[in-house]
């Protein structure tokens, strides 16, 4: 017999259930397809960090135009953090890909 507190429990759960099921029948059927899929999702999605973080940067710039150095450093520092950010994504992406293909080709 389940206690009272197991069962107040699975409610706020069933989101996480719901959200989570569908990468992982993902997974499922496509096998190593997926990791690849995934891959590219990733590098698109660090491609477009890398873009927005530049476009604010010259909208910045251009928008207020000579600003204090204290603020130019703070606005180049945005900038790379946003750059070192997306390139981690893109790495991971990458290295998704590589295991997809090395399981496709290797393990399928």
Do not use: K, W
């Not at 029948?25 to 530049?54: D, H, K, P, Y």
């Not at 946003?82 to 997809?100: M, N, P, S």
């Amino acid at each position: 017999m389940r206690s009272q507190s197991d069962s107040l429990l699975v409610l706020p759960l069933l989101p996480i259930f719901l959200i989570g099921v569908p990468p992982i029948l993902l997974f499922t059927l496509l096998g190593f397809a997926g990791f690849v899929i995934l891959g590219v999702l990733l590098i698109c999605v660090g491609l477009t960090e890398r873009l927005e973080a530049n476009s604010d940067f010259n909208q910045q710039i251009i928008v207020h135009g000579y600003a204090r150095r204290s603020e130019r450093m703070i606005q180049a520092s945005n900038l790379h953090s946003a750059i070192r950010f997306a390139t981690i994504v893109d790495l991971a992406g990458a290295g998704l890909i590589i295991v997809g293909l090395v399981g496709f080709f290797y393990l399928g």
